[in-house]
């Protein structure tokens, strides 16, 4: 067995006091050379004067310390409400599209059950349908005037057949919606009151990135949450007419038509959006400009609609090789991809292929700018476009046409009136429009418009889009309607029917 090397004791303390004993004269040597050139700089500063030693100044600070919200919350949040919604839906028994149901179908036929007994033929087979309001859902807004008008999100408020804003103080009231429109997500509302609380309206345009900003609003129904953070940019193409304002303030769903509020107590924007992949916050918020929502404001106010200009142009963007290929110094402008047949651009002469530079004699840095400075512009207004064609500017005189305006909102106090229906199924249907079509196999289905009856018993909606009727495919309204003049009323109908991404077979059985 081999051993290892190994040293005396005694070897190691002799090694290891020798170690102290040269450390030590060191040290006292390096002691002494110390003071000795100490006292000689002493004495040598007392005959004559020391070099300058040059230091730069120290920067001032940019920032210092971090803002205190309380007044800022307590001047503005009076007038921040919360906002509910409620609508009004159609439920019958047996719905084709309900999971539960559909899961205990399987169940019993998986394992052999046998079906539940039918009512008896002297009974009523067929429920009708029966309307409920149910919650919608939650958002914000703020109140703007003493009278009453209050500022939200379209989305907070759509399809809601009630809408009621809730005060700081509790107090209630049921809103009237003035107004609407999708396009910038603005909506007016307006309750009954005098003296009400309000906010200040701000100037969108003066905002800078790296200002302080808050929000408050309802997220997930909490009234009256504050949170803090700063403009991120000031103008983000997120928005089709809007640059909209981006932030890092926190926004959740409930915050949607709060106010954004600089640190002077005003307005300068609605929360709208956020980037999320969870549903929930995650770093990145926008707000609407208040200076391009009060121009919807206006338009909502006095007519119900916002009436914007149009060209009949599909537009992109022009790439810097493209840029070069025509001849342009810059990739600047919006390259015209598709002229709309006797719209405006075709009939004042623009063509496929041309850049179009300016709008009125306002330049177009990017394509985002041109749809924004036309749905500014009255309709039937005179417009100068510069285009660029063929390696040189042109300046063309095109009159504005008039964008498909938003439908007006249905008044609270108004009901809808439904179209008779005049077929034993209980149904009217119409003909898909070019958007629902690049949605269907091969463009096929109806889409139904009313039910009552035998189609409302089983469960049919409006909304719903007919794809087959008895293996059938439904080109069209017209011939729908001519197979069922033929139908027998006494069997039974098979559908295929499509409600958003599902689709399912239903059987609507003859009465009694």
């Known amino acids: 067995m081999k051993k290892g090397r190994s040293f005396p004791v005694e070897k190691h303390i002799s090694i290891l006091i020798s170690s102290v004993l040269i450390s030590a004269?060191?040290?006292s040597a390096v002691s002494l050379f110390g003071t000795a050139n100490n006292?000689?700089?002493?004495?040598?500063?007392?005959?004559?004067?020391?070099p300058v030693t040059t230091v730069a100044p120290q920067a001032p600070l940019l920032v210092s310390g971090l803002p205190d919200f309380t007044q800022l919350v307590e001047k503005t949040s009076s007038a921040v409400v919360n906002i509910r919604t409620t609508q009004k839906i159609t439920q019958v028994q047996g719905d084709p599209f309900n999971e539960d149901e559909q899961a205990q179908e399987l169940f019993r036929r998986f394992f052999g059950i046998p079906a539940p007994q039918q009512a008896p033929k002297n009974r009523r087979q067929v429920p009708r349908p029966q309307e409920q309001e149910v919650p919608r859902g939650v958002g914000s807004g703020f109140i703007v005037s003493q009278d009453g008008y209050v500022l939200t999100n379209a989305h907070v408020v759509e399809d809601a057949s009630e809408v009621v804003v809730k005060l700081t103080d509790k107090r209630e009231f049921k809103a009237k919606v003035i107004g609407s429109d999708r396009r910038t997500d603005v909506a007016v509302l307006k309750i009954e009151g005098n003296k009400l609380p309000k906010i200040a309206i701000g100037d969108s345009d003066k905002i800078k990135a790296g200002e302080w900003v808050i929000a408050i609003g309802s997220p997930f129904n909490l009234d009256n949450t504050v949170t803090s953070g700063i403009i991120s940019s000031k103008a983000r193409d997120t928005g089709d007419y809007l640059p909209l304002i981006q932030t890092d303030v926190a926004v959740n769903p409930g915050n949607s038509g709060g106010p954004l509020i600089n640190m002077r107590g005003e307005v300068i924007g609605i929360n709208s959006q956020i980037y999320s992949r969870s549903g929930g916050y995650m770093g990145i918020s926008f707000a609407i400009p208040i200076d391009e929502a009060m121009r919807v404001v206006?338009?909502?106010?006095?007519?119900?609609?916002?009436?914007?200009?149009r060209m009949g142009v599909e537009i992109g963007d022009l790439s810097k090789e493209v840029a070069e290929s025509l001849g342009l110094s810059k990739a600047q402008g919006a390259l015209v991809a598709r002229v709309?047949?006797?719209?405006?651009?075709?009939?004042?002469?623009?063509?496929?292929?041309?850049?179009?530079?300016?709008?009125?004699?306002?330049a177009i840095e990017k394509r985002s700018d041109l749809p924004r400075m036309v749905g500014a512009t009255k309709p039937g207004s005179k417009a100068i476009v510069s285009v660029w064609r063929k390696g040189s500017a042109k300046d063309i005189t095109m009159t504005v046409g008039e964008a498909d305006a938003d439908k007006p909102i249905q008044k609270n106090d108004k009901k809808i009136k439904k179209e008779k229906v005049e077929n034993h199924l209980g149904v009217t249907v119409s003909d898909l429009n070019d958007a629902q079509k690049r949605g269907m196999p091969n463009g096929n289905g109806v889409v139904i418009d009313s039910v009552d009856g035998l189609a409302a018993g089983?469960?049919?909606?409006?909304g719903d889009i007919i794809l087959m009727m008895n293996n059938v495919d439904i080109k069209d309204a017209k011939q729908f309607d001519a197979m069922l003049a033929k139908l027998d009323i006494k069997k039974s109908v098979v559908l295929l029917v499509r409600r958003g991404e599902a689709s399912q077979f239903l059987v609507i059985r003859p009465a009694g």
């Open 39 to 50: 006292a000689n700089a002493q004495a040598s500063s007392s005959a004559q004067s020391n």
């Open 298 to 309: 206006e338009q909502l106010k006095s007519s119900g609609v916002v009436s914007r200009g």
């Open 340 to 362: 709309e047949t006797s719209g405006p651009a075709d009939k004042a002469g623009i063509q496929e292929g041309d850049v179009i530079l300016k709008f009125n004699g306002n």
């Open 458 to 462: 089983s469960g049919l909606r409006p």
């Open 25 to 27: 004269s060191v040290f």
